[in-house]
């Protein structure tokens, strides 16, 4: 599959190109990048690797599918104008600005026979996927809570406007995650935190409180300027319970310029002193952590496209993480529980 790239920001950099390059059976071809410090940056990463100014010169180069990871403002345009163009798309979360935004998405990937998957990638997260194989060992009982916390102290990434925020980011994330660990959501309740310090009003933090149609319960929240790096997760069952306090092991390793390439059989697993603990009667003890790596999204997504396995994560799964986050947002402006 020759794929290539649109926008080599932090997201571009760090969080696709890596796990491209590291993919099976994918060739990057090329990369949207506009200023020259981008396209130096690119050149240093990918020597002798094209750059294009615009969507419609990767297009006319030749491509196969293409991945958009420019800003929350600008996805929806592009990804319509990829599916139009007839390519495969990986579009960065969020997709779309609403949930109905994501549906006219959909509707032209299948009307256009094309795929469009969503890059929720921290599914692959190495703790997500820990807490996952707890919960399917049964060890906990009837589940009944899971808690999931994501600070980062990152204020000058806070992405401000309309098309911005703290849930449509993070958030985006750590909805996606409850909904792959335990299924649709009946009922959302949530409380945003406001700020001015941009110039925009913009949310800055969030609690929401889900309701799944299991009769679990999860509640995720996350902050970026409260100055709190911590990433916890806690799951409370009729028999025990889970706790980790892990690290944000692929970003770390990948700001510190490794790659997965490189170390495929180290990547992505948490350091010891990370691992949670599993608490039962009479019982305790450490759960080693999985190995999380997104590499795996993107070679999935090759072998979807030729149609030789599932979707990675469907414009359907997006769309539904999407009706979440909207129902987030009014749950807190109007302070109500919403039904779904």
């Known amino acids: 599959m020759r794929l290539g790239l649109v926008g080599y920001g932090a997201g571009g950099k ?92 959909a509707n032209a990937a299948w009307e256009a026979d094309v795929v469009l998957n969503v890059f929720h990638n921290r ?20 589940l009944w809570r899971v808690h999931s916390i994501m600070d980062q102290d990152n204020a000058d990434s806070l992405e401000v406007g309309t098309s911005g925020g703290l849930l449509r980011d993070l958030g985006s994330h750590l909805v996606d995650q409850m909904l792959w660990l335990l299924g649709p959501v009946s009922h959302v309740h949530a409380t945003l935190d406001w700020t001015d310090r941009f110039g925009e009003r913009t949310d800055c933090g969030f609690i929401i409180t889900l309701t ?17 790096t ?31 390439s490189a170390e495929p059989e180290t990547w992505g697993i948490d350091a010891q002193e990370n ?28 072998k979807a496209v030729r149609g030789e396995g599932p979707e990675p994560v469907p414009a359907s799964d997006g769309i539904r993480t999407l009706e979440v986050l909207d129902a987030a947002r009014r749950s807190a402006l109007e302070n109500v529980v919403i039904a779904l």
């Open 14 to 105: 760090y969080f696709h190109a890596p796990f491209i390059e590291a993919a099976e059976d994918i060739e990057l071809v090329g990369v949207v990048a506009r200023s020259d410090a981008t396209k130096a940056s690119v050149k240093s990463d990918f020597p002798g690797l094209p750059t294009y100014a615009n969507l419609g010169g990767l297009l006319a180069a030749g491509v196969d599918a293409v991945t958009i990871t420019t800003p929350p403002h600008t996805r929806y345009d592009l990804v319509m104008d990829a599916i139009r163009s007839g390519v495969h798309v990986v579009a960065d979360k969020p997709f779309a600005p609403t949930a109905d935004a994501a549906r006219e998405l």
């Open 123 to 142: 599914r692959r997260d190495a703790d997500i996927l820990t807490l996952a194989k707890v919960l399917a060992s049964g060890e906990l009982g009837e």
């Open 212 to 228: 799944h149609a299991s009769g679990a319960v999860s509640s995720v929240s996350a902050s970026k300027l409260n100055h709190s």
């Open 230 to 260: 911590t990433r916890e997760l806690r799951a409370y069952g009729s028999e025990g319970s889970y706790i980790a306090s892990g690290s944000d092991v692929q970003a770390d390793a990948l700001l510190q310029g490794r790659r997965p």
């Open 275 to 302: 691992w949670g603990t599993l608490s039962r009667t009479g019982k305790r003890g450490l759960v080693p952590s999985a190995q999380g790596n997104y590499t795996g999204f993107y070679t999935e997504f090759a």
